[in-house]
């Protein structure tokens, strides 16, 4: 059997990962001109650790971990609002990574090969196979055709015509700069100054660099020509570091800028093209879950592809069967989380910080990880044995 992948990220990596130990041929194309290094913290936990115990990548990831000892919210000043203090070891069952992290740990591991600065042009089906025209002006003919290639699918647009992804009315910028003097400040604690529909966070990542996110509040889905310039015009009046920050703030690729989304689909699959990741099950930066959702996901439609005697189309549907109620849950809770991730009301600010604070009494911490943690374990299904770490 084969297949080729569109898009080169957490998802599409997966996936391959797990398809060629099952014998498949396997093709990434990935539009990006190359890797994709950096982006934000994330958090990984759940489902996702499961998959990357099964894909004997446990041991990596935790070497590669940004240990979080605190989640701390300051003013202007740089003083404390409230805080959560999780241990030296951070929170138990959550590894903090940069998702570019992650997606290198899974690349390493992978052996198909990735063309970079490619797509797919278009496909066309016949219910045994798809032709697939790439953008580099060759073609493929494969057995079936993954768009794993984001919230912005062109796949997903080839299959399905034009779907809008849903937006939450914010956007979201993220960077990483090198300053040994701002990673001191900062230090091994997640930091964060909210002012109403605004938020601006901070984490040391060691070797003097340090990690910057940025979320806005904007009805106005239209990103900015200079992205740079907005941030400083928006954030530069808040205090905290920001100002020595934004002064050093690089320009795109090195900056990331986009909208905060969220994919909503009736299908994830037509014949033989089917969709992964956030190119249908984007659940936005809210919501969290997104780098641990897109493993989980990936697992699964590899576990339907290579069960014994299956019908490909048979095993797309089961495929989004199981994961879609899931995806689901995470995206409704994360349109609840917004207004408190970046609050719009002053009062939410204060409700939230006096959130963290009882998160801190004894026995908080432990509702908090289990908040984190729950749903998504009764995704893994059992191992084939066409599937190892080998």
């Known amino acids: 059997m084969k297949a080729l ?74 003083r404390p609002r409230s805080r959560l203090r999780l241990g030296a070891g951070g929170l138990e069952g959550v590894l903090s990574l940069l998702r570019g992290d992650l997606a290198r740990i899974i690349a390493d591991d992978v052996r198909a090969p990735v063309t970079y600065g490619t797509s797919v ?66 230090g091994v604690r997640y930091q964060m100054l909210t002012e109403p529909g605004l938020m601006a966070g901070a984490y040391a990542l060691g070797d003097d660099r340090l990690a910057l996110l940025f979320l806005r509040r904007e009805p106005d889905p239209e990103l900015p020509a200079d992205p740079a310039a907005a941030l400083r015009r928006h954030f530069g009046h808040l205090g905290w570091i920001l100002p020595d920050v934004l002064a050093r703030c690089p320009e795109p690729p090195a900056l990331y800028h986009d909208t905060v989304t969220q994919v909503v689909m009736e299908r994830w699959h037509r014949g033989r093209i089917v969709l992964l990741g956030d190119s249908c099950q984007a659940v936005s930066l809210f919501a969290g879950h997104g780098a641990s959702m897109a493993m989980a996901a990936a697992w699964i439609l590899a576990d339907e592809l290579t069960s014994d005697a299956v019908d490909p189309a048979d095993a797309l549907v089961r495929y989004q069967e199981r ?42 911490e432990r509702l908090f990880v289990n908040a984190l943690s729950q749903g998504g374990h009764n995704l893994i299904p059992p191992q084939h044995t066409t599937v190892s770490p080998s």
Do not use: K, N
């Open 5 to 78: 992948i569109c898009g080169a990220g957490i998802a599409g990596l997966t996936l391959a990962w797990h398809l060629e130990r099952a014998g498949w041929e396997v093709e990434l194309v990935e539009r990006a001109e190359a890797f994709r290094e950096g982006g934000y913290l994330i958090d990984f936990y759940g489902a996702a650790l499961l998959v990357a115990e099964r894909m004997g990548l446990r041991e990596r990831l935790t070497e590669a971990r940004h240990p979080v000892d605190e989640v701390r919210y300051v003013d202007g000043s740089g």
């Open 121 to 186: 042009e278009a496909a066309e089906q016949d219910g045994r196979r798809v032709l697939v025209r790439l953008t580099d002006g060759t073609s493929r003919e494969v057995d079936l055709l993954v768009g794993a290639d984001g919230a912005r699918s062109r796949v997903r647009e080839l299959a399905f015509g034009d779907v809008a992804p849903r937006y939450l009315g914010h956007q979201v910028a993220a960077c990483v700069l090198t300053d040994a003097e701002l990673s001191r400040r900062v």
């Open 323 to 364: 994961m879609e109620p899931v995806i689901s849950e995470v995206q409704r809770f994360g349109r609840r989380f917004i207004q408190w991730m970046a609050p719009s009301h002053r009062w939410r600010i204060v409700a939230r910080d006096l959130i963290l604070r009882l998160a801190g009494l004894p026995g908080g």
